[in-house]
Antibody, heavy 120, light 108 residues
Framework: EVQLVESGGGLVQPGRSLRLSCAASGFTFDDHAMHWVRQAPGKGLEWVSSISWNSGRIGYSDSVKGRFTISRDNAKSSVYLQMNSLRPEDMALYYC??????????????WGQGTTVIVS | SSELTQDPAVSVALGQTVRITCQGDSLRNAYASWYQQKAGQAPILVIYGETSRPSGIPDRFSGSNSGNTGTLTISGAQAEDEADYYCSSRDSSGNVVVFGGGTKLTVL
């Protein structure tokens, strides 16, 4: 079964750090780019960051650039999001998402159930 | 600009056809993909690469692109199609992804 399982969310004070992890299973991990997408309560989807199959292409939204860092470990079939200098507006459900493509965004076809980050 | 604009809400009578649009400059160079999200659930991909459907998505869902506008069409809307729909695309650099603000679909 294709699956993405996020972990690492929780309650954190403003200005502190948190590291999210996403464990993938059921597919060839390094055949796919990966994304982090967040959703604040009652709000729409917001793309946060993406990483290509070999980490050669990385992107961040303007709202997190300079504070968040995405990385992946293909040997462990895992992707990570290091979040520093957290702000109240970063509070959201964070989804780990697989792209159909190995490099450029083409369609996010597998979503985890999300991990909640509360900044307060 | 990397923004994608969607109508906040659309309604359709049961069994009728509804079109949900997504506008943005990035769509001149990259196709829109479309996601359905029901309350309390993670989104699911319904259209990618402009017109392709993942396995398991009913063929009443279709997509198209023209100029700076992507369109999701649901032909013969069903009650279970009531959900929020989001489009996404990438910018010209390929490093930035953007979502539209979402369209809430009501099936009457």
């Amino acid at each position: 079964e294709v699956q993405l399982v996020e972990s690492g969310g929780g309650l954190v004070q403003p200005g502190r750090s948190l590291r999210l992890s996403c464990a993938a299973s059921g597919f060839t991990f390094d055949d796919h780019a990966m994304h982090w997408v967040r959703q604040a309560p009652g709000k729409g989807l917001e793309w946060v960051s993406s990483i290509s199959w070999n980490s050669g292409r990385i992107g961040y939204s303007d709202s997190v650039k300079g504070r968040f860092t995405i990385s992946r470990d293909n040997a462990k079939s895992s992707v990570y999001l290091q979040m520093n200098s957290l702000r109240p507006e970063d509070m959201a459900l964070y989804y780990c998402v697989r792209d159909r493509n190995y490099d450029l965004h083409y369609g996010m076809d597998v979503w985890g159930q999300g991990t909640t980050v509360i900044v307060s | 600009s990397s923004e994608l604009t969607q109508d906040p809400a659309v309604s359709v009578a049961l069994g009728q056809t509804v079109r949900i649009t997504c506008q943005g400059d990035s769509l001149r160079n990259a196709y829109a993909s479309w996601y359905q999200q029901k309350a309390g659930q993670a989104p699911i991909l319904v259209i990618y690469g402009e017109t392709s459907r993942p396995s398991g998505i009913p063929d009443r869902f279709s997509g198209s692109n023209s100029g700076n506008t992507g369109t999701l069409t649901i032909s013969g809307a069903q009650a279970e199609d009531e959900a929020d729909y989001y489009c996404s695309s990438r910018d010209s650099s390929g490093n930035v992804v953007v979502f539209g603000g979402g369209t809430k679909l009501t099936v009457l």
